[in-house]
């Protein structure tokens, strides 16, 4: 699946939302993630993000590939709802994204 990474984090633009076919675009508090058992890799939300947050997952800078196993231990807590515009905002964060200082500020 593809992922979310750090320029996402406190600026949350939305653009990828749209582009998603799949709707497994996830608003949490500081951040989106993609549902990694939801995504069906097609690729359609990476070049639409103008923060350049999204990668695919063997794609990721080494300093953010723990964006991956946040968002599969976030889903793992949360569940797979399905899609993300009938569910609405989560409203949290993986632990690790919520211990972080203000991001891309
Ligand atoms: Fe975030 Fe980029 Fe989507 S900033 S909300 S990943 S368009
Ligand atoms: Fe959706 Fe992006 Fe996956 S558009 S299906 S989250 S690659």
Redesign the pocket.
């Given at each position: 699946p593809y992922v979310?990474a750090q320029?996402?984090v406190d600026?949350?633009?939305?653009?990828?939302?749209d582009e998603c076919p799949v709707d497994c675009?996830y608003e949490g508090d500081r951040?989106?993630y993609i549902n990694p058992n939801e995504c069906v890799d097609c690729g359609a939300?990476e070049p639409?993000?103008?923060?350049e947050?999204?990668f695919y997952e063997d794609d990721l800078p080494e300093e953010w590939a723990w964006y991956k196993d946040a968002a599969a231990n976030f889903f793992a807590e949360v569940g797979d709802f399905g899609g993300a515009s009938a569910h609405g905002p989560i409203g949290k964060d993986p632990a690790q994204v919520a211990a972080l200082p203000p991001q891309n500020q």
């Open positions: 979310v320029p996402c600026v949350k633009d939305k653009a990828c939302v675009i951040s989106l939300c639409v993000c103008p923060t947050a999204i």
